[in-house]
């Protein structure tokens, strides 16, 4: 897996942004970003307010979309994306679940798999 591109309102944030992280291409627009083949997955990081329509953008283009927290403002607007990606077969989610953390999987790949720390259990 590997980041192909990265969207912004300004295509000169975009641009140092990219450059600075060795992605391929930078866009100047959220719709630029959605419209990109190479892109399978969006992740939302605008303004709350905008996470519902920039969600909704990217699956209406065919991308599963993780969506920073908190995803919607309202709840109905999270039933909506929930339903809209059901009907269209594409995940979204909230992105600020430990599973995608980087430092989550860094250190059950490092730690808990090289037999450093063990797994957890349950206690009683």
Known sequence: HFIS????????????FATLHSIPNAHG???????????DVVYVA????HHRDHAEMALLSGKHVLV???MTMKAEDARYLY???IRLNL???EGMWTRFFPAVEW????LVEEGSVGVGGEAN
């Not at 591109?5 to 140092?16: F, P, T, Y």
């Not at 630029?32 to 083949?37: G, L, Q």
């Open 107 to 110: 250190t059950r790949c490092h």
């Open 46 to 49: 605008s303004l709350h307010p």
């Open 91 to 93: 995940f979204v989610g």
């Open 29 to 39: 627009s959220y719709e630029e970003s959605c419209a990109d083949p190479t892109v």
């Open 5 to 16: 591109a990265v969207g912004s309102r300004s295509i000169s944030r975009a641009s140092k």
């Open 83 to 85: 339903d809209l990606s």
């Open 68 to 70: 920073e927290k908190p």
